[in-house]
Structure formats: C-alpha cells, structure tokens
C-alpha cells in the first residue's frame, strides 16, 4: 500500500501520524510512505531522521495581520497545486492527516483527485483544520469520546483513543531510585510540556516550599529555557528534586504515583494509558482553549482533579496532592475511571479501520 502522512506543528499531531505508520508497517512491510509537512517546524528535522521521504510546503497558519493572512492565502494555493502533483506522482491509495494547518492543501487535493482520506483528531475540542476537512472525509477517528458528533458531513466517525499513550506503556521504566528517589516514597512529578512555562514556575515555586514538609517526594522539571532562573536562591530539602528535561518521561510516568502537568493531547494519552492520577493545569494560551476541555473531560469522569492557572496556588495545590496521595479510596477510584475512559490499542483500532475502509 501506498500512503500519504500529512501533520505538522506539534508533537501533539506528528506522534500519533508517527505510532500508526509504525502499525501499518508492521502489517504491510511493502507500506510505502511520504510525509508531507511544513518547510521549517519540527517536523522537517523529525521525520527525514525516521528515514520517511518527506515534503516540505511554505505555509502558516492565519493570524490577524492582514497583509501576512493575504500572503497566506497565495501559500495555500501554491500548497495545494503542489500537492496535486506530488499525488499525481506519488499515486497513494489513501491519504491520512493527523491535525495542523498543513493538512489542509494535502486532504484538500486528495479530495480533488477521489482519493481516499482519514482524519484523525487528538483533542476533545475540533481543530479548525480537521473541522474545515471534516466534510466528505472517508473516515475520522476521535481521541475523546465527546467527539464523536462533532464531525458534521464525514461518511464515518469512529472512537480510537489517540495512539501515543501505547509507546508509553512499552517504553524503558525510569525506577525512582535512578533519580535518587526512595522506592517506597510516593513520587509526584510536575512539568509545564515539554518546553516549560515561566508563569508557573513563578506559581509553583511556593508549592515546592510546601512540599518539603510533604509526605511525598517531587521531582520538578522546569523546561531547558527556564532552568538557570528557577534554581537561582533555592534550597529545597532531598524529597525534591529540579531537573531541565528528562527525556523519558512516559519511562518515569509508570514509577509515579501522580503528576501535575498541562493538558496536551499526548500527555492526556500517555496519563490515561498508564492509568495515571493527575492534577491538570490547562494552559489558556492555546487554540479554542482545548486544553481546558481536553482536562475537563477527564474530571468530569471523576478520573483527575483540575485547577486554573488563574486560581493556582502553592498551598491549595499542596492540600490538593496530599488529599489525593492519602485517601486511597479516592485514589484507586481515578484508577480504576482512567482504565474505563482509555483505549490501549489505539493504533490496532486504527489500522483495522483504515483496513476496512480500503476493502469497501
């Protein structure tokens, strides 16, 4: 078979695109595959290292400069006849996209020339891309079940959960002890995404305060740009620990007993995958405010607690963590609602249904 990837922008869309092509090859070991994405985000540098052939197209995604918008328009056209030809070249059997601005000259000429095409959406919010392609899309499939109606006009919609939870649950486990944890301490970990925030930082610097007198051990992950300023005047006790980056997280995911991050859409995968009790600190600052509902979909299924950046403070989410961490009723209860709510064969329900459609 012949396919054609397209996400772009974030891991958040690359990931997934990335954990079903690795499930379609181990079917088909003849699968041959082009990515197309973006000239200069990170999956430029991402996929030529997997040894995918890979296409870069000029594009971005609109903003409220007038002048850049019209320029935009002119790349998307530009995109899209690129993307005709590369097809007409390529000759794919279906073509699949995974979220970001770029897929859309890519569906959009798969459309043209009666391909078949696959959507997939991470967040339980549509993105405005895979909401725009939606219409006569062959098939899309949904990370959140809330989603299912949210596709209007796709000949098929289909819960799969998102697939990047699955490396999680076969990557190398990171012990506590290989940090310098005790093993029979629980272990709390908090990170910002992978590349930090400096506001809560700020905010979360009196929750580690409190956490020295706490009955658990933490370990803090700044982010690299924001490492250097936080651990400037700082003297925490041995129960926390203040790294940059690690960079096996999902490894140390599976030896915690809870973590405080964002609400991306591969940390939710990766948390509901591992079944995993977590604290989520959406961040306000992205599209459609997704990550808020991405985390409300799982609080709402009592399988996590959430807090506002806006009311975050060091000594509620300290009383947060130490109720979670000691009512074990409590606990096992998001235990046991997580392992209801998450999907561990995402990409096998995935490639069964990309299976189907090309049968049809």
């Known amino acids: 078979m012949r396919i054609i990837v397209s996400a772009g922008g974030t891991g958040g869309h690359i990931y997934p695109a990335l954990a079903v092509i690795d499930k379609l090859k181990s079917k088909d070991k003849n699968l041959d595959v082009l990515y197309i994405g973006t000239h200069n985000r990170m999956e430029s540098e991402i996929i030529p290292k997997r040894n995918i052939k890979y296409e870069g197209i000029e594009i971005y995604g609109f903003s409220k400069n007038i002048l850049k918008d019209f320029r935009n328009v002119f790349l998307i056209n530009k995109a899209y006849n690129k993307c005709l030809k590369l097809m007409e070249e390529f000759k794919p059997d279906l073509v699949l996209g995974f979220g970001g601005y770029v897929t859309y000259p890519v569906l959009k000429a798969a459309k043209k020339l009666k391909i078949k095409t696959f959507l997939h959406e991470q967040n339980s919010v549509v993105g405005k891309t895979n909401k725009a392609l939606a219409k006569n899309t062959n098939l899309v499939a949904v990370s959140f079940l809330s989603t299912l109606d949210k596709f209007k006009g796709a000949k098929k919609v289909v819960y799969t959960g998102n697939p990047c939870g699955e490396a999680a649950l076969t990557t190398t486990k990171i012990k506590k002890s290989d940090l310098g944890f005790l093993e029979d301490k629980k272990l709390v970990i908090v990170v910002a995404g992978s590349l930090g925030s400096s506001t809560l930082n700020a905010k979360l610097k009196s929750f580690l305060e409190y956490s020295k007198k706490g009955s658990y051990q933490v370990l803090y992950i700044t982010g690299r740009a924001h490492y250097e300023d936080f651990i400037k005047d700082t003297n925490f006790n041995s129960n926390i620990k203040i790294v940059p980056y690690l960079d096996n997280l ?82 096992d209860i998001i235990k046991m609602n997580l392992k209801n709510l998450g999907k561990a064969d995402s990409s096998e329900a995935i490639v069964t249904e990309i299976e189907e459609l090309m049968n049809e």
């Not at 973590?259 to 591992?274: F, K, N, P, V, Y």
Request: hydrophobic share 40%.
């Open 250 to 331: 999902a490894g140390l995911m599976r030896s915690a007993d809870l973590i405080i991050t964002r609400a991306g859409a591969s940390t939710m995968s990766e948390i509901l995958a591992l079944n995993l009790p977590a604290i989520f600190i959406p961040s306000p600052y992205v599209a459609n405010n997704h990550q808020y509902y991405n985390a409300k979909e799982i609080v709402d299924n009592n399988a996590g607690k959430m807090v506002l950046e806006q009311d975050l403070d060091g000594s509620k989410l300290y009383k947060m963590v130490e109720e979670l961490l000691n009512d074990k009723q409590q606990y």
